[in-house]
C-alpha cells in the first residue's frame, strides 16, 4: 500500500489525498506537523532531504516528493493526463503557473491568516501577497469564461493542482465572490465523483 506524509492543512498535501481519492487508491495517512518541526527530524530528512511534505512512499519502498511531480506519477496512464503531446504539457503549464503564480501568493497568505497567524513581518507582507493572488485569480478567470477546466474536456491534474488552495483561497482573505467562473468551475471540481474535502484523514 502506498503512504502519504502529510500536514492536513496543506494545499500541497491535499492535491496528493483528493487525487488518489478520486482514483480509488488506497493509502495510508501518516501526518507530520510541519510547526513542531516533525519534516526536520532525521527520519523525515532521509526520505526527503528537502524537509517539506507531502512525501510519498511508493510500494516498492522509493520516495518521492513535491506535490504536482506526486500528481504527474499517479496521474500516468489515467484520463487525470491526457495522451495528446501539446495537451499533456498544457496541463504542465497550468501546474507550473499553479506553483509560481498562484501558491507563492494564494497559500502564502492563507497559511500567515489561517494556520500559522500574523507576526508584524507577515503583516507589513500581507498586501503584497494578496495582490499577487489576485492576479493569479484574475488570469484563471480569464481563462474559463468560455470553458469548463483548465486543459480540455475533463478534469486534469491541472485542475486538481489549482483547485487544492484556490478552494480555501477565503481563508486567506481572498473574495472569491468577484470570480464567478472560478466560482462555478469550484463547484465542477467539488462535484467529480470520488471528491474529499480538505479535512478529511479517515482514508482506511
Known sequence: MLTLYDYLPSGNGYKVRLLLSRLGIPFKLVERDIQHGETRTPEFLAMNPNGRIPVLR???GRYLSESDAILFYLAEGTPFLPEDRFARADVLRWMFFEQYSHEPYVAVARAWVHVFGITPERAARLQEKM??????????EDHLVARPWFVGERCTIADIAL???THVAHEGGFDLSRF?????WLERVAAEPGHVPITKRDFA
Not at 495582490?131 to 484563471?140: I, N, R, S, T
Not at 464567478?180 to 462555478?184: D, E, L, M, Q
Open 131 to 140: 495582490d499577487g493572488g489576485y492576479a493569479a485569480l484574475g488570469v484563471m
Open 58 to 60: 511508493l510500494e516498492d
Open 180 to 184: 464567478s467562473n472560478v466560482g462555478r
Open 163 to 165: 483547485y487544492a488552495y
